[in-house]
């Protein structure tokens, strides 16, 4: 089992639709969770980073930590063809970095125009 | 706000030879971190470099090497290039070794 799960998808929504982005984990020490999205043959872009349990909400996009369920998404509001991309969530054990993140295999999103 | 830089953006070598890759860190930043990111697969940990010394390293053998310079621009060293290093090789940038991480573009390396 790997550490972290992610349904590669592709997920197809139309224009306009709420969007809803999964992953699961397995190590109960994971503490910080970040969404990051990836165009084809470019970096990863920090969407939204947070701590431990709860919400965080900016802008169209919502993230939601649940640590007693091991599941993080991330909610997609009034989804825009510029949002297709491949969604890949990460986690770390400490605020310091040095262990590196773990992420995802990353989610295939299309946005219908 | 300069914004992370890589160089090389693509790089082909054979097995067996030696390739180094450059990062230039996001201005105000004093930490970087590499991963390799195999095609379909999340990025994977190398190492995090933060002030000029290896401050956690992830599952890689030892050919895969690291410097950090006093302007926290890095380097990542592979020797003895294999097939399966055939990736997207990465660099996140961050502030005192946080996690908050912000990635460049990445080199894209073949190796036949």
């Known amino acids: 089992q790997k550490e972290v799960e992610q349904d590669p998808g592709p997920l197809s929504v139309p224009e306009g639709a709420i969007v809803s982005l999964n992953c699961t984990y397995s190590?109960?020490?994971?503490?910080?969770f970040m969404w990051y999205r990836q165009y084809s043959r470019k970096g990863p872009e920090l969407l939204m980073y947070?701590?431990?349990?709860g919400n965080k909400e900016d802008g169209r996009f919502t993230a939601q930590v649940d640590k007693s369920s091991k599941y993080i998404s991330l909610f997609i509001r009034d989804s825009q063809p510029s949002d297709s991309a491949t969604y890949l969530c990460a986690m770390s054990y400490s605020g310091g970095g040095a262990d590196g993140l773990t992420f995802g295999k990353g989610t295939h999103l299309i946005i219908q125009p | 706000e300069t914004g992370v830089t890589q160089s090389p953006t693509h790089l082909i070598k054979t097995r067996g030879q030696q390739v180094t890759l450059r990062c230039s860190s996001q201005s105000g930043h004093n930490t970087v971190s590499w991963y390799q990111q195999a095609l379909g697969q999340g990025p994977q940990f190398i190492f995090q470099y933060y002030r000029e010394e290896e401050n956690g390293r992830g599952n890689f053998p030892p050919r895969f090497s690291g410097l950090q310079f006093p302007n926290y621009s890095s380097e990542l060293n592979v020797n003895a290039l294999e097939l399966d290093d055939s990736a997207l090789y990465l660099c996140a940038s961050s502030s005192d070794g946080n996690n908050e991480q912000f990635f460049g573009p990445g080199t894209r390396l073949t190796v036949l």
């Open positions: 947070t701590y431990s349990s």
């Open positions: 190590n109960s020490a994971f503490q910080y």
